[in-house]
């Protein structure tokens, strides 16, 4: 029996860029699999110098990424992302086996949308995506603008 996709991988949001941060390949990797099953599209970086780079080319609709990362972690990607007019807006879910309460209460604090504790489901990973595009969808219709139309 053929089901219809209805969820966040469906046709719907096929053309939404998901940008996956993460210094564990294995981590990348598997994410970016399971996403692109999904419909979306993927890209992968292992730093947080490299997204705040690849943001301001690749606009993406929403950044997955690790909090603990050498060079740049997630807190700090997260702030230099809400200091830019261009990526101050984009969705952020954190992910990190290590999280203290003080970085996962600053990451809420500069307005990160959810926080996941690995390991993790990509069930759960998914139905996080799906909350956060279901919801600016939402707001758009609301604000009588298109969220992320390319222009």
Known sequence: MNEAKTGPGSQ??????IL????????????SRYLTAKGFQVKTTKDG????????ELKPDLIVSDI????????S???????????????VIFMSAYATDEAMEEARRLGAEFF??????NQQLEALIG???????????????????GT
């Open 12 to 17: 719907e949001w096929a053309h939404k860029l």
């Open 20 to 31: 996956v941060v993460d210094d564990d390949q294995f981590m990348r990797y598997s994410l």
């Open 49 to 56: 110098f490299e997204v705040l780079l690849q943001c301001l």
């Open 68 to 75: 603990r990362m050498p060079k740049l972690d997630g807190v």
């Open 77 to 91: 990607l997260l702030k230099g992302l809400r200091n830019r007019v261009e990526t101050s807006d984009i969705p």
């Open 116 to 121: 996941l504790i690995k390991p993790f489901s």
């Open 131 to 149: 909350n956060i595009f279901r919801r600016r969808e939402k707001r758009s219709r609301v604000a009588g603008t298109e969220w992320n139309d």
